[in-house]
């Protein structure tokens, strides 16, 4: 192993040691990387909506205790044997997604997530496997860049490889102020799409309209669908992540032969589901899951390009990470919540 200022034989990491409890603040021995792997000392990481499923025991293939965290950014600071040792000090992000295998349009069975079953990112340190790092965006600090990977893939993923997303189209994002939401809008804004949002609060659609959203909708509304294809018409293209009751009038407003992208079913599945609708409108319905490494790696280049920088809620400690998980309970965040660590 070859490293570089490794002071730390203790690192503090966050532990979920049970369901439905806290994260409990537990001191570690520091980190030592396998072949192929290396250490990453932490500056900031970030949560997504699936650590907080996992605390309530909600996410396939649960296993516990674990380090959580997904999303992080960092300096290399050890390496396993064979690992290229350019790498010792380079400043980084992760790319929680391992191991998706060779074909662009899916995942094998044993793609798996940083941050449960593997020890993640809520630590001053973490083991990954040196094929997973890119380097730190010059235009972003530390918790922008943390903020970015996880949410920003699936964005990308979802907007562009699979929703096929064109300048000048119109495409609706639901609930808008999630993590993967609010990446969606501003990618899109960025290529010069039409881009109008739903959210169930004022202050998330005013804020989406500052970053060029030109209308929102409140989906709790009787006719919200309809007011907006009065207004704006129907889309070309809808990012969904909540699924649930709302859907049938997704299917009611999308264009006909327009697609809808889901990546995620907050509410639920449809009780019901409209056949007739997708036949006749001839629709396709696509599925999306975070990202391929040549996504993640598409993802970069084009957030450097366009010089994006995440909305961040809110940046907390290590020792307060416990109040950020209560807040992600009521969803009432517009944009990221960070930690940060070194
Ligand atoms: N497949 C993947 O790779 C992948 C990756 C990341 C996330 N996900 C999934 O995607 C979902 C969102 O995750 P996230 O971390 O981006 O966001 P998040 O922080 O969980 O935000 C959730 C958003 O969902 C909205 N929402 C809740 N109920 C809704 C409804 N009935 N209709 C429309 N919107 C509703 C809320 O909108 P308002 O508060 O604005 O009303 C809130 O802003 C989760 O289910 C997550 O598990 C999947």
Redo the contacts with the bound molecule.
């Keep these: 192993m070859i490293s570089v200022n490794v002071k730390e034989n203790v690192i503090k990491s966050l532990v979920l040691n049970d369901i439905k409890q806290p994260y409990e603040l537990e001191d570690r021995d520091g980190l030592t990387p396998p072949a192929g792997e290396v250490v990453v000392s932490l500056k900031a990481a970030a949560?997504?909506?699936?650590d907080?499923?996992i605390t309530l025991g909600m996410y396939p293939g649960l296993s516990l205790p674990v380090v959580p965290g997904s999303d992080g950014s960092g300096i290399v600071t050890a390496l396993g044997d064979g690992v290229d040792e350019q790498l010792l000090g380079r400043e980084v992000i992760i790319n929680p997604g391992i191991g998706w295998g060779e074909d662009e349009r899916v995942q094998r069975d044993d793609f798996h997530i940083l941050g449960m079953p593997m020890n993640g990112t809520f630590a001053e340190q973490v083991v990954v496997p040196a094929s997973q790092l890119h380097d730190k965006p010059p235009h972003l600090s530390w918790v922008e860049a943390a903020a970015m990977p996880?949410?920003g893939v699936?964005a990308y993923?979802a907007l562009f490889t699979q929703g096929q997303l064109q300048s000048g189209q119109h495409v609706l994002i639901?609930?808008?102020?999630?993590?993967?939401?609010?990446f969606a809008l501003q990618y899109a804004v960025a290529i010069g799409a039409k881009v109008t949002v739903?959210?169930?609060?004022t202050g998330?659609?005013n804020f989406a309209e500052k970053l060029g959203a030109v209308a929102g909708y409140d989906?709790?509304a009787d006719d919200w669908g309809k007011q907006l294809v009065a207004e704006q018409g129907s889309p070309d293209l809808i990012i969904?992540?909540?699924?649930?009751?709302?859907y049938k009038t997704l299917l009611n407003i999308v264009s006909p032969g327009g697609r809808i992208v889901n990546?995620?079913?907050?509410?639920g599945p449809p009780a019901k589901f409209d056949l007739f609708k997708l036949f006749w409108k001839q629709l396709q319905l696509v599925?999306?899951?975070?990202?391929s490494p040549a996504d993640f790696a598409a993802m970069f280049e084009f957030v450097n390009q366009h010089e994006i920088k995440p909305a961040i809620d809110r940046v907390v400690k290590l020792e307060q990470a416990n109040e950020a998980l209560a807040a992600?309970a009521t969803?009432?965040?517009?944009g990221k919540l960070v930690l940060e660590i070194g």
Aim: a positive charge.
């Design positions: 949560f997504n909506r699936r907080y499923w996880l949410a699936t993923r639901t609930g808008v102020g999630g993590g993967v939401a609010t739903t959210s169930s609060s998330k659609r989906y709790r969904d992540s909540a699924g649930g009751e709302g990546y995620g079913a907050t509410a599925g999306s899951t975070m990202g992600m969803s009432d965040q517009f």
